[in-house]
């Protein structure tokens, strides 16, 4: 038995690459899981469950309910995109949705699983949105206007953000060394699973005498990457039509 990990696919209609992808994963490599983890951004945007009976987010939904018709569990993660997802999306996917963050019992090892962006302390103008659009009376609002204007408003919100990134850093969009000590501690020194970041790598922390690892998944935007857990061993899986997935650097911290 074993589960697969994915975070970031940004899926869209004007990515049909990446969408193709993914339906690949989908039917020739979940079905043999017993359960798929999507650690946020399923969506490149997500305005609300209204939004639904589209061609594309019914291409999407139906290949998530066949998965799980199937037998394999779908779980699926709240992202910085997709943080409006509802009941009515995660019935349709035949899927649960999972809180942030979450720990689990994984084959024996306590696992904690976390989409990663509240992690990313340094980016504080980015943590103050993340607050405001967390906020349930803001979505309940938010959720009241037309839905063309929610999706204008976002499409909006995506190029100022996409502008705002040429002028940080890397490693302020990164995250940050003390919030994942401080997440570790809190949630007894488990192994870390999450997303965001788009650096997918294996890191090892030595904290207070106990060694946790902390995997980060990649984006599907340049290279589609999962993650394989079984009793045994955690790697990366090879995604048909992907790239081979190469080694990543273990860190030591």
Not at 126 to 140: I, K, L
Not at 146 to 171: C, F, N, T, V, W
Not at 189 to 211: E, K, M, N, S
Not at 214 to 229: E, K, S, Y
Request: with cysteine; charged share 20%.
């Amino acid at each position: 038995m074993h589960s697969l990990f994915i975070s970031d696919l940004h899926l869209c209609a004007q990515r049909p690459d990446t969408t193709r992808l993914f339906q690949a994963f989908i039917r020739h490599t979940a079905p043999a899981a017993e359960a798929l983890y999507i650690l946020g951004d399923l969506f490149e945007y997500w305005a609300g469950d209204d939004d639904l009976d589209t061609a594309f987010h019914l291409e999407i939904t139906q290949t998530l309910r066949a998965l799980a018709e199937h037998g394999t569990r779908v779980f699926i993660m709240h992202g910085n995109r997709d943080f409006l997802m509802r009941k009515e999306l995660a019935a349709a996917c035949h899927a649960q949705l999972l809180p942030d963050p979450v720990k689990l019992d994984l084959y024996g090892t306590p696992t904690l699983l976390s989409h990663g962006d509240a992690l990313c302390t340094d980016d504080t103008a980015y943590q103050e949105f993340r607050r405001q659009v967390r906020d349930s009376t803001w979505q309940q609002q938010f959720l009241a206007i037309p839905l063309p204007q929610r999706k204008a408003q976002i499409e909006g919100l995506r190029a100022q953000s996409s502008a705002e990134k040429q002028h940080k850093s890397m490693d302020i969009m990164d995250v940050n060394l003390q919030a994942v000590h401080g997440i570790l501690q809190a949630h007894a020194y488990p192994r870390l699973i999450h997303g965001h970041t788009h650096r997918p790598a294996h890191h090892v922390h030595h904290l207070d005498g106990h060694t946790c690892d902390r995997w980060v998944l990649g984006d599907w935007d340049t290279h589609a990457n999962a993650l394989r857990c079984d009793a045994n061993s955690v790697r990366w899986e090879n995604i048909p039509g992907a790239p081979a997935q190469t080694e990543h650097p273990l860190t030591l911290l």
